[in-house]
């Protein structure tokens, strides 16, 4: 069965900074990795999925990257803005199954 | 193009009670999923409908039932609330078939509260 972790559970940076979130899962023979972002009290809104055959995805300041031989993925964030504080969470399918199985979490705040 | 929708946002109900939340999504996606999300688990997934008239159970069902009602509408009822119930309920769709491309989207979700 799949696991996906995500470390460290919560983030702080100064506004303006680099930032880069991780995802680790066990399963290598993953259908895809998308990443979503929470704000408080809401559903979760999809960022970027990438597919098994793809490395990276891109949307703006967000950049997605894959690499399934360590079992990784990594949400880079270019140049962090307040509202950009959220929870994010990666999730991952696999293993004949379709149905992803979800990260608890990593937990950002951006200051002024 | 309202996406994934869910009805209510809020409830509380007393142990005992039976209540059905509804969802609908206008994306033409043949999978509906229903989640629940508790402090420190995560989401963990309740039932999904991989295509109209179809329904399995996912890691936690017990205490209850779905019903896919057309391809646009799946439906989440508890037939007899208990506190370890309350929780965030989401409800999410998906195109299927195309495995490598199963981008889900979630709707707002539904606050529970059992007493």
């Known amino acids: 069965k799949q696991e996906v972790t995500q470390i460290p559970a919560a983030l702080s940076v100064p506004e303006g900074e680099n930032l880069v979130l991780n995802c680790s899962f066990t399963d290598s023979a993953i259908y895809n990795l998308q990443w979503f972002r929470q704000d408080p009290g809401k559903g979760l809104t999809s960022l970027l999925l990438?597919?098994?055959?793809?490395r990276e995805q891109t949307s703006g300041r967000l950049n997605a990257s894959l690499d399934k031989s360590s079992g990784r993925s990594t949400l880079y964030i270019a140049a962090s803005q307040p509202g950009d504080s959220a929870t994010y969470l990666c999730?991952?399918?696999?293993?004949?199954?379709?149905?992803?199985?979800f990260g608890r979490g990593t937990s950002l705040i951006v200051h002024p | 193009n309202a996406g994934v929708t869910q009805t209510p946002k809020f409830q509380v109900l007393k142990t005992g009670q039976s209540m059905t939340l509804q969802c609908a999504q206008d994306m033409n996606h043949n999978s509906m999923y229903w989640y629940r999300q508790d402090p420190g688990m995560g989401l963990r997934l309740i039932y999904y409908?991989?295509?109209?008239?179809?329904?399995d159970k996912g890691e936690v069902p017990n205490g209850y039932n779905v019903s896919r009602l057309n391809k646009r509408e799946f439906s989440l009822r508890l037939e007899s609330a208990a506190p370890s119930q309350t929780s965030v309920y989401f409800c999410a769709s998906s195109v299927y078939g195309l495995a490598s491309y199963n981008e889900q989207f979630f709707g707002p979700g539904t606050r529970l509260t059992v007493l």
């Open positions: 409908s991989a295509s109209e008239g179809t329904t």
């Open positions: 999730a991952s399918a696999s293993g004949g199954s379709y149905i992803p199985t």
């Open positions: 990438i597919q098994s055959s793809q």
